[in-house]
């Protein structure tokens, strides 16, 4: 694990947008990476990725109303697949795609 300090209750600590815009900025790496035909980074951004997202699902904002705490979980397994499928794939414009998604998340914390 690369982000053994986050697991320590930073993350939790965050608001949602937040680690989604997180989450984004790994997903952007893992699309440029492979863009340049940088597959070692690529797989090491992805590994990153995978982990914020797992911490999202095991540490999100628990003071959540559970409605919302389910929603979430839906949209971060379902976007987790879609991601894992892309990557695998190789499919940079599906990539692109979940990373404009995850965009929005950086530009509401502005």
């Known amino acids: 694990m690369q982000h053994t300090s986050l697991e320590n ?17 790994e997903t ?29 699902i095991k540490y999100g904002r628990s003071e959540s109303s559970p409605i919302f705490r389910s929603a979430m979980w839906e949209e971060l397994c379902r976007f987790r697949e879609l991601f894992c499928a892309a990557f695998l794939s190789r499919n940079l414009a599906e990539l692109a795609s979940l990373n404009k998604y995850l965009d929005q998340f950086a530009f509401i914390l502005n």
Do not use: C
């Open 28 to 56: 952007s790496r893992v699309l440029k990476a492979l863009q340049a035909g940088k597959d070692s980074r690529a797989e090491g951004a992805f590994a990153r990725a995978q982990e914020l997202i797992d911490l999202t």
């Open 9 to 25: 209750g930073r993350w939790a600590e965050m608001s949602f947008p937040q680690q989604m815009a997180n989450i984004g900025s």
